[in-house]
């Protein structure tokens, strides 16, 4: 599998989109693996994961063609993970000559903002309603999606993607795994880990994770056989109010085995 990182940033994106505090101050004195848009992921050209506000700058960051997607796959509902009015976007007359539809699958907040601003387009998008620990079939991806400790208001999906005899975990948003994650995590294999590192140092792994939550679930993960040492674990998904460069979270997270994720990054398992 081949997994793109479009962007690697919290809701308010890093340096933060209005924001004059020191870290983005120095964000965007850095520049490069110091800028992060929000986020979101391609993998094997084939799955896009969320559609950020960040889309239209992600299409010309990374020449995508995103006309070619046919299934986007969504977390949850918060605007830094879906941006609804962009979709509109790839039906006529704002987008000519794609004949097939975009499947998009989420949960009952996803659909309901889709049916929202689609009414006039309906042929271009297929809805599809998902639920927790059932696995579905997208294009040449088994694809289960599993509870995240995020927004009480919904239900947030993190997933467990396989293709072929690899697999891996699209780890946020989330903070630490409810119950029913960790029994269905029990026994099996990934490749690859992409972990919600949003709080960074602070003392919190409710909603989203910080660098200690991400540490603990990469020891329980190698404890229980999950992960190995040909696996890959990624943090991602940081908030400016973790006040550190990409290269203090090196600093912190690469004597552990973890890699921390930057906008562009490509991994292959
Ligand atoms: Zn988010
Ligand atoms: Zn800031
Ligand atoms: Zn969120």
């Keep these: 599998m081949k997994i793109q990182l479009l962007g690697t940033a919290a809701a308010e994106g890093y340096p933060a ?3 004059k505090c020191e870290a983005c101050i120095r964000a965007r004195q850095l520049g490069g693996k110091d800028i992060r848009t929000r986020t979101s992921a391609i993998i094997d050209d084939e799955l896009k994961i969320d559609f950020p506000p960040d889309s239209f700058h992600h299409v010309l960051t990374y020449n ?3 006309g070619r997607i046919q299934h986007l796959l969504c977390t949850h509902s918060h605007h ?3 941006y609804p ?4 976007m790839r039906a006529p007359v704002f987008a000519h000559d794609i004949d097939y539809p975009l499947y998009i699958y989420g949960n009952d907040v996803v659909i309901y903002k889709c049916n929202q601003v689609i009414q006039f387009s309906k042929e271009a998008f297929k809805l599809r309603r998902i639920a927790p620990f059932i696995t579905y079939t997208i294009g040449s991806f088994q694809v289960t999606p599993l509870l995240a400790d995020h927004d009480k208001n919904e239900t947030c999906f993190i997933f467990y993607i396989e293709k072929g005899n690899k697999s891996m975990l699209y780890g946020h948003d989330t903070g630490w795994f409810p119950p ?3 029994s269905w995590l029990e026994y099996k294999k990934l490749d690859f880990v992409l972990l919600d590192c949003t709080h960074g140092l602070i003392p919190e792994k409710r909603n989203h994770l910080n660098i200690e939550g991400v540490k603990e679930i990469k020891a329980i993960f190698n404890a229980k056989g999950i992960i190995d040492e040909t696996s890959k674990v990624v943090a991602t998904h940081f908030s400016h109010n973790t006040k550190l460069s990409h290269a203090e979270l090196k600093s912190l997270l690469n004597p552990f085995g973890i890699e921390v ?4 990054m490509v991994v292959n398992v």
């Design 17 to 19: 989109i209005f924001c």
């Design 64 to 66: 995508l063609d995103l």
């Design 80 to 82: 830094d993970h879906f």
């Design 85 to 88: 009015e962009d979709l509109t």
């Design 180 to 182: 029913q994650t960790w």
């Design 261 to 264: 994720a930057y906008d562009g």
